[in-house]
C-alpha cells in the first residue's frame, strides 16, 4: 500500500535554531517527492519536489530535502528557523502525472522565540 | 492566469442539504483531483479525472459525486451532506503532457455541516 508517515505532529524550535522534519515513505513504483507548507487558513504552497537525480534538493525560503531510498525517506531540513517559519508541513508521494497524492499526515512547526 | 480557482471559499449546510463545489482552471490540465483536508490526517484523495468524460475513486470517495463535461471545470457534489463530510477542500490540476512536474491547488473551501 502506498502511504506517507510523518511521525512528529508537533515540533518547537527555537528561533535561528536548525529544523529536520521527518518524512518516510512506502510506494511501489519510482516515487515523485513533494514537501508542501501551510499556513493557518491558507493553502498549499510548494516547498520543493524530488524527481531524479541529485538527491539533495533546494527549494524556496531555504529549505532543503534529501532523498534517501535505502531508508525511504525524505526529510525536509533548514539551518536557521525564522518565526514566519511556523506553519503545518506536509510531504507527499505520487507518480508522474500527480493527480493521485498521497499526503502524510502533517508536522506542525512552533518557533519559540 | 488564475490557475485553480475554488468557489466557494465558506460554505455552510444543514445535515441532508446538496450542493457543489466548484473547481476550474484555465491551464489547460487534463488532470484534475479533488481532496479533503481533516485535522491529523492530512489531505485524502476523493476522486480525480485524467480527461473529459473521465473520472475514478480515490480514498475516500462515499458521499460524493463528480463529472468532468469540460477540460476547465470539475465540480464536487454532495448529494445529501452529513456532519461528518465537514471539512477544507482542495481541488488540484495537473498536466505532465505539458511538462508541468507537480499538481496545482487551489485555496480550498471550508465547509461545515450542521
Known amino acids: 500500500a502506498q502511504s506517507v508517515t510523518q511521525p512528529d505532529i508537533h515540533i518547537t524550535v527555537s528561533e535561528g535554531a536548525s529544523l529536520e522534519l521527518r518524512c518516510n515513505y512506502s510506494y511501489g513504483a519510482t516515487p515523485y517527492l513533494f514537501w508542501y507548507v501551510q499556513s493557518p487558513g491558507q493553502g498549499l504552497q510548494l516547498l520543493l519536489k524530488?524527481?531524479?537525480?541529485?538527491?539533495l534538493v533546494q527549494g524556496i525560503k531555504g529549505f532543503e530535502a534529501e532523498f534517501k531510498r535505502s531508508q525511504s525517506s525524505f526529510n525536509l531540513r533548514k539551518p536557521s528557523v525564522h518565526w514566519s517559519d511556523a506553519a503545518e508541513y506536509f510531504c507527499a508521494v505520487g507518480a508522474v502525472g500527480f493527480q493521485k497524492l498521497v499526503f502524510g499526515t502533517g508536522t506542525r512547526l512552533l518557533v519559540s522565540p | 492566469n488564475a490557475g485553480v480557482t475554488q468557489t466557494p471559499k465558506f460554505q455552510v449546510l444543514k445535515t441532508g442539504q446538496s450542493m457543489t463545489l466548484q473547481c476550474a482552471q484555465d491551464?489547460?490540465?487534463?488532470?484534475m483531483s479533488w481532496y479533503r483536508q481533516d485535522p491529523g490526517m492530512g489531505l485524502r484523495l476523493i476522486h480525480y479525472s485524467v480527461g473529459a468524460g473521465i473520472t475514478d475513486q480515490g480514498e475516500v470517495p462515499n458521499g460524493y459525486n463528480v463529472s468532468r463535461s469540460t477540460t476547465e471545470d470539475f465540480p464536487l457534489r454532495l448529494l445529501s451532506a452529513a456532519p461528518s463530510q465537514t471539512s477544507v477542500y482542495f481541488c488540484a490540476s495537473s498536466s505532465p503532457g505539458q511538462g508541468d512536474t507537480e499538481a496545482f491547488f487551489g485555496q480550498g473551501t471550508r465547509l461545515t455541516v450542521v
Open positions: 524530488y524527481f531524479s537525480g541529485d538527491t
Open positions: 491551464m489547460n490540465h487534463e488532470y
